[in-house]
């Protein structure tokens, strides 16, 4: 199994960004898919979570309100769409799938995506 994010970038506080993951040699409806992002000098730390239908999502709380994650079963991809970005946003985002849910113990991971939030 191999995840592929893209969409990062730098944009400025207020601004919006939607990130993509693609996931490849699995089958993605086997996995609940997540974000976690990392911070230059911080842990990694869990962003958005979504179980294996899109029936359930969940966040972390300084995000609740402004992300969205997603996913599209069709076209193997979970997405996670972000507004009102604040520069604490800034940080590397990777996706996660795991099979089980709540997604904890991660099984693969994607390489990461830089979002760079300017003030």
């Known amino acids: 199994v191999q995840l592929q994010a893209s969409g990062g970038g730098l944009v400025q506080a207020g601004d919006s960004l939607r990130l993509s993951c693609a996931l490849s040699g699995g089958t993605f409806s086997r996995y609940a898919m997540g974000w976690f992002r990392q911070a230059p000098g911080k842990e990694r730390e869990f962003v958005a979570g979504i179980d294996r239908y899109g029936g359930t999502t969940y966040y972390r709380d300084s995000v609740k309100g402004r992300f969205t994650i997603s996913r599209d079963n069709t076209k193997n991809t979970v997405y996670l769409q972000m507004n009102s970005l604040k520069p604490e946003d800034t940080a590397v985002y990777y996706c996660?799938?795991?099979?089980?849910?709540?997604?904890?113990?991660?099984?693969?991971w994607g390489k990461g995506t830089l979002v760079t939030v300017s003030s």
């Open positions: 996660a799938a795991d099979n089980g849910f709540p997604v904890s113990a991660v099984d693969y």
